[in-house]
């Protein structure tokens, strides 16, 4: 046990070293890893000093990143702005004027503005700040250069420039600018119509076209036009300026304008017309110079349209006659004659005026007018005598005095005759009546019409068609046969188809016939006792007829002896006086179909200005 | 008594070696810092470089001569610091544009024929270029 015990003792004591040494063990352990710890420390030093410059170099990248983005964008806005110079002017004060649009979508600022002058030599530059003027995506900055802003610049007439202007992006604008005497124009003047008649309107077209490619007219444009005739310059050779051109006219490269203005010429036929066409302050020698002619004008150029807008050297007549031409010894009596109408612009006299009925039969018993005393109607005219010096031949003769028609106005000659008769009491289907006119203009004949001739085996209608101032009226004193209106303004006529044949027939469904001169408008039937319903019928060159239908037949007897369509229409509106041709016609027969009817009445509407 | 020292000579070792690292490496990593900082610098001031060349003009005036309008529409102010011509040298002066400002380097002589394009190369100190072309 001692053994033991020692034993033990002695394990006891190695157990304690032990025990020591693990402890010393430890201590060294623990000293060790106090090193360990220490260089860590250190470690831990050295990553923080290495992460830092990682994240410096990062945000360092960031910055470039951001630096590039910024950069991309602007890049990207000098590609979305795209400006050009729209419009390019000088102003009356000599200052460039123009016009930039901005067709982008980024907004433009313009820094500078390059003007060069190419007429100079060496040519020479003028640079101006713009202090970078914005001009919005999809919009345009007008007066660049006169008043937003005002240039130290002026622009000689006589210059040629490039202006450029050049935005802060970069992007730049150029465009060539040239004063109207330094660019050569096409021109071509028309004259229409070449050939005209004396009085007439005569219209030029000049056409300016600015054909060059690289270069804006600098400043508007205005014509200059003159006109001269080889006449010796009197009141009756002269041209009037009726209608002048535009003026300060843009004419962009490309495109051609038209300039209209409208002379009236007079002169002698013969006369040659010359048109100087040219703009003001155009380069010398660019000009055109067209030429017309002043011709006569031919009877049938206006014997149906009777429109006076232009003047002819000769007296007018409108005639009027009854058709059929009958009656007995009744005494009754149709109504003849003619207006005679002066279209010149100087006063005629009227001398005297021949009726003269043809037969086409050789037989001088056939007696169609005069063959009793001719009844004068009052005021028509006012003075002369009617008389019948030959058989079928009537005149009138001026008294003391030939009968004196002012410029642009109608005189009416008419007067009643009656009591036709023919050899053996035949009927004369067709025969011709003649018309002469005797004036200090000369002598003008109307020849062609033609009319039906009872002859005196019988009663038979005298039928007449005319304006009259009443409805429903046979009296002489109601005869209108010149109508006057101001332009504009509202006529009322009262048109009459009369039988003065008492017990004899027009027959009912024969129908009174207006035509109505063109021009006028608003035409309305106001009242058409003893016809069938009246409505106007409008054509497309503007004239309008009225046709109605008897309701019964016109007996000659009241108040079937004359009945009456009357019917408004508004003049038109004219620059001169004018006059216009009603024509009164009818269609139909009478006494069962013995006569086709045809009376003819050609009335005078005389449009005066005011 | 021994371990002690040992053990203090091993912190002490330590604590050298460790001081000596982390000052090298801060030494170093500060050098890269400023290189990084001075390089970005410099390429974003080279980015944000923006010029135009608004005009040359060509003209004769005791020879053939140039000059060229120039807009600085960056943030930073540039230098130009040459011009080439059909890429030759034709001058090499030097020119501060500042910020927002325009300069036109006259004069600059030429050997171009009228009418001929003439490409134009403007160079700035950072080296921004502009090759324009321009008719004489």
Known sequence: MGTNTEGNKHSSGLEILEVKKLAKNNQKHQRKGLSSVVGAVFMVLVMIGALNVILLAMRQQDSVTQTLIDKSSASLGRLNEQISIADTRVTSSNKLNMTVINSGAAAAKLASIYIVNETASPKTQYRFDLNSLGVDGRQSKTNIGSTSPSLPFTVKSDTVYTVKVVTMAGNSAVVKLSPLKALPLKMVAYVIPPSITTGENVTILFAVTNNATDTNLAQTVSPQISASLSCVASPTCASTLKVAADTNVLIPKGTTYLFKSVYEIKGPVGTTITFNASLTNAKPGNYVIEKGRIISISSANVANTFLFARLVQQPEMQVIFPNPFGGTGSGAQAVWGAIVSNPTEGTMHVRKLVITGFSPRANSNDKIICNDVPTAIANMPATGTWSCPATNTAIWKMGASPVTIPAHMSQAFWVKMGAPSTGGSNDIESLAVNYNVFTDWGQFTKTGYDMGLKGSAGNHPMVNAFSSKAIGSLSTANLVGVMNVTQGQQIKVNATLANFVSGVNVDAGSRLVIDIPQDFSSVTVTSSTGFNACVPTPFSDGSTQIACALTAALSGTAPNDARTIQFTAIAPAVDNTKLYVLYLLADGTSEGNTFAIGPVGEMIFRVTTS | ?136
């Open chain 2, 1 to 136: 008594m021994s371990n002690i020292v040992s053990a203090l000579l091993m912190i002490v070792a330590a604590g050298i070696i460790g001081t000596f690292l982390v000052v090298w490496a801060n030494s170093s990593f500060a050098f890269q810092s400023a290189q990084i900082t001075n390089q970005t610098a410099s390429r974003i001031n080279l980015v944000k470089e923006s010029f135009v060349v608004e005009d040359v003009w060509f003209y004769s005036s005791s020879g053939n001569k140039m000059s060229v309008t120039i807009r600085n529409t960056g943030d930073l102010a540039i230098t130009i610091s040459k011009i080439y011509v059909n890429n030759t040298s034709v001058w090499s002066t030097g020119q501060v544009i500042s910020r927002g400002s325009v300069v036109t380097i006259p004069p600059i002589a030429v050997s171009s024929t009228l009418g001929n394009v003439q490409n134009v190369w403007v160079q700035t100190q950072r080296g921004t270029n502009i090759h324009q072309d321009w008719k004489y």
